[in-house]
């Protein structure tokens, strides 16, 4: 707390002394890109960074704080560190759906309400990038943190102090964010497509760009580490074809944030220098490349979702032989299918620039290529078939929100054919028919597949269990009002509603005043999800060491694994899924 | 093979799914009116994947249920059978095979339906369409008129060729399908052929700041007498 205010203090200052001595046009823009790095690095040097830099030069080991307060320090443990992108997650989802719900608001009924268009402009980016950053760490960043170094029988990550910073780098970048609309608002989009994003003399506008740099190399950071882990600190016997399929997918989204984060890092900071320096990147005024932006944002972005769903798989195949008691369907194939998704999302980026005006028979290799990833995607699906067929299902809650994910991204996956198909794409490019797609992946996928982690993790993490009949209400609740939510939006899609527009035509009324009320809904099974995690933290049964009766590692250390995990290193034999009875 | 039944399960469920969905299409058209010749290639490879996914959807689905029901276990220590995983090779080696066979069936029909929309660059009428923040202008530079209002005569290919004086803006009818992004520094044509009379609107369909919702112009198609009418002024 100290050090955020001093590390505000320092930065303002900065700030102010920048847009006194600097000259406009520099003035303003390079005062806050200036302001924020000062604000930066003082917060991370008096957060605890500055020690641990320290005791990593003299080589000592880092002192362990016991108590509450080493969740708000530079604490190294990947427990701790786990369970602070957790909270972070939940808190930047609680904004990310206030936001939602202020939009919903909004768009009850044909008009403006109460909001301006500016306003609107606002909410909505806001409510894109926040929860494009809850996908990016809800699970890969808490759980990928907690469960994976368990799962491989390490005694920690690789890189400890990378992995603090990685973290510590999300709470300036959200308040940056949650400062934009005191600085003058933000009209375009989390995508900030060029040249909309290089003009305008908005400071909030600055501010979101540096925001996104900076969960850009947070990202960046994990990716390292994760793989690094994951190479070098597998336990004896813990081969690469007896690794559980969650860690698989936690390697292969970091080596995705590895190749793509940097592309985008790089093309964010070409559009600061535009907006700073006058430099003439994405200005076509000043000869710059208004597609070149596209080809780079999307070059990540699009392999970005794969960052946000691969997690997800990865939970959804883990939970389910778990469950199903029955060994994981076609194991090898699953892993090679989740490699797949690796190689062909970074070719497949150009199917959202179908009518950007790039050159026309680019579509052609871009359709074909994004149409074929619907094969290693079909092969997730054969696994969970598979993994069903003659399997003894236990209904307990983490299956519940599995199987949840199934129904859910069998409907975006199908829906992104047509996305992906040219033709279908001239007409339902930018529509809500997206937009609705697009839920029913990243929320419908990801964001239940988070769900589902906690609900499967939750035990081990803190040693309770939480309330079984809340979790399948809360379960029960977000599953029909997102499905009741969206499937209208794909028809309004594709009748003429615009994408990130704050009107519509009059005959719309019903359906939005509907879609509105079923998105109380989902809000309200977060309140049901609140309401279990506190009644479990207050007085939850104890969990014991391993209450689904897995077969991972994780579930070997105790609930909630000790300083260093494991009292002696263990040693793997089995396979990770080798539930069931011989036939 | 045990378990038989899934058969007819899937038959008869996978069947009812179907036919719900092919009920709610019809009820609740996917498509609204469709008025260019460009509409109807898109709409045909829309129809095209409806049916595949309808498909897909309800068979994956039904089968699902069918698991649900069958594979519960009554008690909790219950444990669900391990095969050899040579038994499962053949359905792997299937189900990529099929999935990779329908994959590029469909790929196939888009890459023909793509080529019919960007084939042929020729056209009886080119229209100019000038995008700014947040308006659209329009000029016919044959008769070098300017337009508050976009008008179009049926049955006659139409080049719209496409500018715009800041941000990316973006030009789309729904009625007509297709849309294309006016990119600033460079000029994008569309070929659009609409096929029936009435008014439309413009929508701009690619954030472009403030104003963007507002950012809407009208079209009308009219026969060639009431076309030629309504351009007769010098500008209009």
Redesign the interface.
């Known amino acids: 707390m100290k050090g955020f205010i001093v590390a505000l203090v320092v930065g303002l200052a900065v700030m102010a002394a920048g847009s006194y001595f600097l000259v406009e046009p520099l003035g303003a823009q390079a005062a806050a890109v200036l302001g924020y790095l000062a604000a930066l690095l003082s917060f991370l040097a008096l957060v605890g960074g500055g020690k641990a830099l320290r005791g990593y030069a003299d080589g000592a080991e880092p002192p362990e704080a016991h108590d509450w307060t080493r969740y708000f320090s530079f604490d190294l443990d990947h427990k701790v560190i786990g369970t602070q992108y957790g909270v972070a997650a939940l808190i930047v989802f609680l904004f990310g759906g206030i936001m939602a719900l202020i939009m919903r608001l909004e768009l009850a009924h044909h008009g403006l309400q109460f909001l301006t ?2 306003q ?2 606002t909410v909505m980016t806001l409510h894109g990038i926040s929860m494009v950053v809850v996908a990016l760490i809800g699970t890969a960043g808490s759980f990928g943190n907690f469960v994976v170094p368990l799962q491989l029988g390490a005694r920690d990550m690789a890189f400890p102090r990378l992995n603090a910073l990685s973290f510590w780098l999300l709470p300036p970048a959200v308040l940056l964010l949650l400062a934009t609309p005191f600085f003058g608002g933000l ?3 989390w995508a900030a ?1 060029a ?2 994003s290089v ?1 305008g003399a908005s400071i909030g506008k600055m501010l979101f760009i540096l925001a996104f740099i900076t969960v850009g190399f947070s990202s960046i950071f994990s990716g390292v580490n994760f793989c690094a882990t994951a190479l070098t600190m597998r336990a004896k016997g813990l081969t690469w074809m007896k690794l559980p399929i969650f860690s698989w997918a936690i390697v292969c989204t970091a080596v995705i944030q590895l190749i793509g984060t940097s592309v985008v890092a790089a093309s964010l900071i070409m559009v600061t220098f535009d907006r700073v320096l006058h430099t003439s990147f994405f200005n ?2 000043l000869g ?4 070149l932006y596209q080809h780079l944002f999307w070059y990540y972005s699009h392999p970005a979702v794969y960052i946000m769903v691969l997690p997800g798989f990865g939970v959804l195949l883990e939970v389910l032989p778990t469950f ?4 994981l ?2 194991y090898p ?1 699953a892993v090679a299918a989740l490699i797949g998704i690796v190689i062909l999302g970074f070719v497949v980026w150009a199917h959202h620039m179908f ?3 790039m050159w ?2 680019l ?2 290799p871009f ?2 290529n994004t ?2 990833i ?2 290693p995607t ?2 997730v ?2 696994a969970t ?2 993994t ?8 307990d809650s983490p299956m519940v929100w599995a ?1 949840a994910i ?2 859910n991204f ?2 975006g996956g ?2 992104g ?2 996305l ?5 794409d ?2 339902l ?3 809500w028919f997206v937009v609705a797609h697009f839920h029913y992946t990243i929320m419908g996928g990801a964001i239940f597949a988070t769900f589902t982690a906690f609900h499967y993790w939750f035990p081990k993490m803190s040693g309770k269990r939480l309330n079984e009949t809340l979790a399948k209400v809360q379960c029960g609740l977000m599953f029909f009002g997102f499905n009741a939510l969206f499937i209208p939006m794909f ?1 309004l899609g ?3 509603m ?6 519509f035509p009059a005959w719309m009324d019903p359906i939005q005043l509907w879609i509105s009320c079923m998105s109380l809904v989902v809000a309200a099974s977060v309140l049901v999800f609140a309401y279990n995690i506190y009644r479990a933290l207050k007085d939850g049964e104890p969990a014991g060491d391993n209450p689904w009766e897995a077969k991972t590692l994780e579930w070997k250390a105790a609930s909630p694994p000790p300083h260093g995990n494991f009292r002696t290193p263990p040693t793997v034999t089995e396979h990770p899924y ?6 | 093979m ?2 038989k039944s899934v058969f007819p399960f899937v038959a008869v469920v996978g069947g009812l799914i179907a036919f719900g969905m092919y009920k709610a299409f019809t009820v ?1 058209p ?3 009116l469709q008025a260019s010749v ?2 109807e ?2 709409d045909g ?2 129809n095209g ?1 409806l049916i595949v ?1 309808t498909s ?2 309800a068979l ?2 039904s ?2 249920l069918y ?2 029901v069958m ?3 009554a008690k ?1 220590e ?7 995983r040579s038994r ?1 090779r053949f ?2 080696v299937a ?2 095979l099929v ?2 066979a329908l ?2 069936s ?2 196939a ?3 023909h ?2 080529r019919a ?2 084939s042929d660059p020729s056209a009886d009428i080119v229209v100019e369409v000038h995008a700014q923040q947040f308006s659209w202008e329009f000029y016919y530079p044959e008769t070098k008129q300017y337009g508050t209002k976009l008008f179009m005569e049926k049955g006659k290919r139409h080049r719209i060729v ?1 500018t715009s004086k ?3 803006h ?1 030009f ?1 009818v ?1 009625e007509f ?10 000029a ?1 044509s569309l070929i659009l052929t609409p096929t029936v009379t009435g008014k439309y ?1 413009i ?12 950012m809407q112009g009208a079209v009308e198609v009219d026969e060639h007498d009431d076309f030629v009418n309504n351009t007769k002024a010098s500008d209009f």
């Not at chain 1, 080798?578 to 036939?583: E, L, N």
Request: hydrophobic residues 50%.
């Open positions: 268009l500016q609107y402009n009209d375009f989009g497509y040249p909309l003009q076509p005024a710059g490349n208004v597609l199903a008691r029955k060994p369907f076609a194939l009518t950007s005006g026309a028979l579509k052609m359709m074909i149409e074929l619907s094969v079909g092969v699906f054969l078939l598979g069903l067929w003659r399997a003894k299902i236990r209904l199987l199934v129904a069998l409907v199908l829906t054919i047509p992906a198909d040219a033709p279908t001239f007409h490019h930018d529509t028809w594709t009748h003429g615009r994408r990130r527009v704050a009107d080798d539930y069931g009875v011989a036939v | 045990k378990n609740f996917t498509m609204p460009q509409a290639s898109v490879a829309w994947l996914e897909i959807y994956v689905m089968f699902l698991c649900l594979f519960r276990a909790r219950e444990q669900g059978d391990k095969f050899d499962g359905v792997e189900w990529v999935s990779l994959t590029l469909l790929a029909l888009g890459a339906e793509l929309l960007i496409l800041d941000v990316v973006s789309w729904p399908r297709v849309k294309q992004d006016a990119v600033p520094g460079k994008v609107t929508m701009c369909n690619q954030l472009c700041g403030w104003g963007h919702t507002d």
